[in-house]
């Protein structure tokens, strides 16, 4: 069972929403914390970015899980201005980040190894 939380992080430019994910996660468990996140309002249009950290978590992803997660992001106008970082700590867990930065251009999806790098990139204009 996943579970995820969320934080916020206040700068002189802007919002970055962080989220944490714990336990099994799956690409049904990403969508649907995204859009309570958009259906609360606690995501808008007030953040620069969103920090994804898969670092407690157990990802299950394959590439149709993959082609899901991209369309669902695509097709929500949210997602195509703000900032994706993906904090990831095993080589399994960065393949999807870094399959999102290289082949899915309008979205801009980027992997960290470090919260300080995710928020560096976001802040960057």
Not at 20 to 38: N, Q, R
Not at 76 to 99: G, Q, R, S, W
């Amino acid at each position: 069972m996943s579970q995820f939380e969320y934080s916020t992080l206040v700068f002189k430019s802007g919002i970055i929403l962080v989220r944490k994910f714990h336990g099994a996660v799956g690409v049904t468990d990403i969508i649907s914390s995204w859009k309570y996140l958009l259906e609360n309002k606690i995501l808008n249009g007030e953040h620069l970015g969103v920090i994804n950290d898969l670092c407690d978590c157990k990802l299950i992803m394959y590439q149709d899980c993959f082609r899901q997660l991209m369309g669902y992001l695509k097709n929500n106008p949210v997602f195509l201005n703000l900032k994706l970082a993906v904090i990831c700590d095993t080589p399994e867990k960065i393949v999807f980040p870094l399959l999102g930065e290289h082949s899915v251009r309008e979205l801009h999806i980027k992997p960290f190894s470090t919260l300080d790098a995710a928020v560096d990139w976001i802040l960057v204009p």
